[in-house]
């Protein structure tokens, strides 16, 4: 009889430590005392294609001059030092299949990076690295920044908007310059340092929040929606990681805040700060 109820029980054992060793992501287990915590770290980018996404953009001299080509290149070698085990990037998921396509392309040397920091330092640090895949993880969000614009035309709130967004063409400016006369490598560790980051945060806080009246919270709405969709991405990234990573994250400086943030109060990450291997 004894025999019989330990065969079960050793058979259950067996099962566990398997499926164990299988399941090796991080988000089909929680331990609140992990000592082993998954490192990561954020690389704040100016987007380098000049895009134009944002409300007031950087825009950057041609990437694919040799001179910004070998800084570039640098960039690289000294984030490797870093060893990521996995690359994420600032492209939604629903975009894998054609990132997928590119790095394989990439890979067999039938196609050249074109100017995006996702295949500019993304994809060059993968393959000096043998990885095989990078990682989408960006979120789109109802940025209704248009409707804001209408309502602080009605309430005669539009002032705060044009006084916040001169601070921060000036800003701009000064980093246009910044760029001009310095490397890539350089302007890339001057907008990774914790004030940078604290103080662009502190801009959609502090802006938008005022925007509304009464029972109208629409600036404070606006921030909601920038929230929620770095926690989206901070869920990408938590769904993805496995047991031992390190991951490097390329992504718009201005979402690097708030990442931090939530990397830094989970069980799981371990946040290091990306500008050591920028030095």
Not at 174 to 199: M, P, R, S, V
Not at 202 to 225: C, D, K, P, Q
Request: glycine residues 4%; neutral net charge.
């Amino acid at each position: 009889m004894k025999k019989t109820l330990l065969y079960p029980i050793l058979l259950f054992f067996v099962c566990s430590i398997s499926l164990k060793a299988q399941n090796t992501k991080i988000q089909n287990q929680i331990d609140i005392y992990k000592k082993n915590k998954v490192k990561v770290t954020v690389l704040g980018v100016a987007h380098f294609d000049n895009p134009g996404q944002d409300v007031m953009n950087l825009k950057f001299d041609d990437v694919l001059a040799e001179k910004r080509q070998k800084e570039i290149q640098l960039v690289a070698e000294k984030l490797k030092e870093f060893q990521p085990t996995k690359i994420m990037v600032e492209v939604p998921p629903s975009y894998q299949n054609q990132i997928d396509q590119k790095y394989q392309a990439y890979l067999a040397n039938n196609t050249t990076l074109n100017r995006n920091e996702v295949q500019q330092i993304g994809f060059r640090l993968a393959k000096m690295l043998n990885h095989q895949k990078l990682y989408c993880i960006d979120m789109n969000n109802d940025w209704f920044f248009d409707s804001l614009m209408v309502y602080a035309e009605s309430k005669q709130q539009t002032q705060l908007i044009m006084t916040g967004f001169a601070e921060v063409q000036k800003s701009i400016q000064e980093d246009q310059a910044f760029l001009q006369a310095h490397t890539i490598g350089e302007y890339l560790l001057k907008i990774n340092q914790q004030e940078i980051y604290e103080k662009s945060n502190a801009f959609y806080l502090s802006l938008f929040s005022r925007i509304g009246e009464g029972e109208n919270y629409i600036g404070t709405e606006l921030n909601v929606e920038w929230y929620r969709r770095n926690m989206k991405i901070f869920t990408n990234v938590l769904r993805l990681a496995e047991e031992n990573d390190r991951i490097l994250i390329i992504f718009g400086q201005g979402h690097v805040r708030l990442l931090q943030l939530f990397f830094q109060d989970t069980f799981d990450f371990e946040y290091i700060n990306v500008d050591q291997y920028l030095k």
